[in-house]
């Protein structure tokens, strides 16, 4: 959006005053995204400010591109019977139509403030509400560096940030049942401290305390052997009808996700062959998943496998090594899903997000 557009969109959403609302407002953008746009800004006191307008009538534009993902979806389903996708299309649909909403975006990041108030080295933006709509956020400005600006740093710094990041991502999800569906690099940055700032909090996913808890119940079964439990995991995050053959491939993307937190020792990730990480394991599950005749996969399933495939994607990119072992077991320890839907309830009630889990 150029300066004229970005003076109506102030004025229509901060009347009467629009950016005269603030000591100093660049019509420049300083970042831009799917759904807006980000401006530099300072408030009247000169706290520095990051405002977040949406571009015009990104809900019809929206609409219309779900619209062509179902047609295409339905299509590719049709070539390929692998994944059934109807439950994929349901939940971004979903959380875009969330993600439209920034005064949604406004009481999960301070949800998220709550939930990361004790972890000294991962900051949260402060919204300012009386300069914030629907379609215009307004929050605190936090400096910080491009993540990969530090790929070549000391291996002790990498590791530091990796574990920040790691935090970030599953303390909310384990304490909560909440988790920030958008890994994107721009999301996040490294504070001149070593600190983390993270960003964005348009793609929130709570998920029920039963799933939260199936996700340790697949890490038990994994490092036991239990195949019983890790049927029982797979039918909690919402697979049905698994014969031994869907059973097997899934057991496969599961080992593959779950390998760095199997080994108790200092360790990388993984490695990005051909460029994706996980390639060879996502293509042999697949050709098994359509030799059995595919798998409807559930909604809860879709954002929760992104989070973990896109953190995975930036810890290979810093090489960091880390004993993901150890900071698994120290987050899971003692996990107790009445205490967490306790948590999650109240938290949800006093943030004022929708408590029905969809």
Same mark, same amino acid.
């Given at each position: 959006?150029?300066? /004229?557009?970005?003076?109506?969109?102030?004025?229509?959403?901060?009347?009467?005053?629009?950016?005269?609302?603030?000591?100093?407002?660049? =019509?420049?953008?300083?970042?831009?995204?799917?759904?807006?746009?980000?401006?530099?800004? $300072?408030?009247?006191?000169?706290?520095?400010?990051?405002?977040?307008?949406?571009?015009? +009538?990104?809900?019809?534009?929206?609409?219309?591109?779900?619209?062509?993902?179902?047609?295409?979806? #339905?299509?590719? &389903?049709?070539?390929?019977?692998?994944?059934?996708?109807?439950?994929?299309?349901?939940?971004?649909?979903?959380?875009?139509?969330?993600? !439209?909403?920034?005064?949604?975006?406004?009481?999960?990041?301070?949800? %998220?403030?709550?939930?990361?108030? =004790? &972890?000294? /080295?991962?900051?949260?933006?402060? @919204?300012?509400?009386?300069?914030?709509?629907?379609? !215009?956020?307004?929050? $605190?400005?936090?400096?910080?560096?491009?993540?990969?600006?530090?790929?070549?740093?000391?291996?002790?710094?990498?590791?530091?940030?990796?574990? +920040?990041?790691?935090?970030?991502?599953? @303390?909310?999800?384990?304490?909560?049942?909440?988790?920030?569906?958008?890994?994107?690099?721009?999301?996040?940055?490294?504070?001149?401290?070593? *600190?983390? +700032?993270? !960003?964005?909090? *348009?793609?929130?996913?709570?998920?029920?305390?039963?799933?939260?808890?199936?996700?340790?119940?697949?890490?038990?079964?994994?490092?036991?052997?239990?195949?019983?439990?890790?049927?029982?995991?797979?039918?909690?995050?919402?697979?049905?009808?698994?014969?031994?053959?869907?059973?097997?491939?899934?057991?496969?993307?599961?080992?593959?996700? %779950?390998?760095?937190?199997?080994?108790?020792?200092?360790?990388?990730?993984?490695?990005?062959?051909?460029? @994706?990480?996980?390639?060879?394991?996502?293509?042999?599950?697949?050709?098994?998943?359509?030799?059995?005749?595919?798998?409807?996969?559930?909604?809860?399933?879709?954002?929760?496998?992104?989070?973990?495939? #896109?953190?995975?994607?930036?810890?290979?990119?810093?090489?960091?090594?880390? +004993?993901?072992?150890?900071?698994?077991? *120290?987050? $899971?320890? *003692?996990?107790?899903?009445?205490?967490?839907?306790?948590?999650?309830?109240?938290?949800? =009630?006093?943030?004022?997000?929708?408590?029905?889990? $969809?």
């Amino acid at each position: 959006m150029g300066g /004229a557009l970005v003076r109506r969109r102030m004025r229509r959403d901060l009347a009467p005053a629009g950016r005269a609302r603030f000591a100093e407002f660049d =019509e420049a953008a300083a970042a831009a995204a799917s759904l807006g746009q980000v401006h530099r800004a $300072t408030a009247p006191d000169g706290l520095a400010l990051a405002v977040k307008l949406q571009y015009p +009538n990104m809900a019809s534009a929206v609409a219309s591109d779900l619209g062509q993902l179902k047609l295409i979806l #339905g299509m590719y &389903e049709r070539l390929d019977p692998a994944i059934r996708t109807g439950a994929i299309q349901a939940e971004i649909a979903a959380r875009l139509a969330e993600e !439209l909403d920034y005064a949604r975006e406004a009481r999960a990041t301070r949800l %998220y403030a709550h939930m990361l108030a =004790e &972890e000294p /080295a991962v900051h949260v933006p402060e @919204v300012l509400p009386e300069l914030s709509t629907a379609r !215009l956020l307004t929050a $605190t400005w936090l400096e910080g560096d491009h993540i990969l600006a530090h790929k070549d740093a000391p291996a002790t710094q990498r590791a530091r940030i990796a574990l +920040n990041l790691f935090r970030a991502w599953y @303390v909310p999800f384990y304490g909560y049942g909440v988790i920030h569906g958008d890994p994107h690099m721009g999301n996040y940055a490294v504070r001149a401290d070593g *600190g983390l +700032n993270l !960003l964005d909090f *348009g793609c929130v996913r709570v998920f029920p305390p039963p799933f939260v808890g199936g996700v340790i119940d697949l890490y038990r079964a994994l490092r036991d052997g239990d195949e019983a439990l890790a049927v029982h995991a797979f039918e909690t995050w919402g697979f049905a009808g698994l014969a031994r053959a869907h059973i097997e491939a899934l057991t496969l993307w599961a080992r593959f996700l %779950y390998a760095p937190l199997l080994e108790d020792r200092v360790r990388p990730i993984g490695q990005a062959r051909g460029g @994706v990480y996980g390639r060879e394991v996502a293509l042999e599950v697949h050709r098994r998943l359509r030799e059995a005749g595919g798998v409807a996969v559930p909604r809860a399933f879709v954002f929760m496998d992104r989070a973990a495939l #896109g953190l995975g994607s930036v810890f290979i990119h810093l090489g960091a090594e880390v +004993n993901w072992h150890r900071l698994f077991e *120290g987050m $899971t320890q *003692g996990f107790d899903q009445e205490a967490l839907a306790a948590r999650q309830g109240g938290a949800l =009630e006093r943030f004022g997000l929708d408590p029905r889990l $969809t």
